[in-house]
């Protein structure tokens, strides 16, 4: 089973779909158990749907950015809940 901080990094390869099946269906599993990693996911996904509208269209970069950013705070975050 995959930890709270595995998911926080997988989470934007997850949601493009880019995860290998096993990889995939661990993720899910762990999204059924975790609700704090199921309100991260649903945020990050959240906001990759509403970047466009912030300022136009974001750089690669600047997602990259924002990314690593959430990942790097959700994953302090989810080892201080546990």
Known sequence: MLSCREVSKQSSLYLDGELPRRERMAMTMHL?????CRRFVRQVSALIRSIPFMHGQASPEELQNVL??????????????L
């Open 32 to 36: 059924l158990m975790c609700h704090h």
């Open 68 to 81: 690593a950013y959430i990942s790097k705070n959700a994953g302090e975050q989810a080892g201080s809940q």
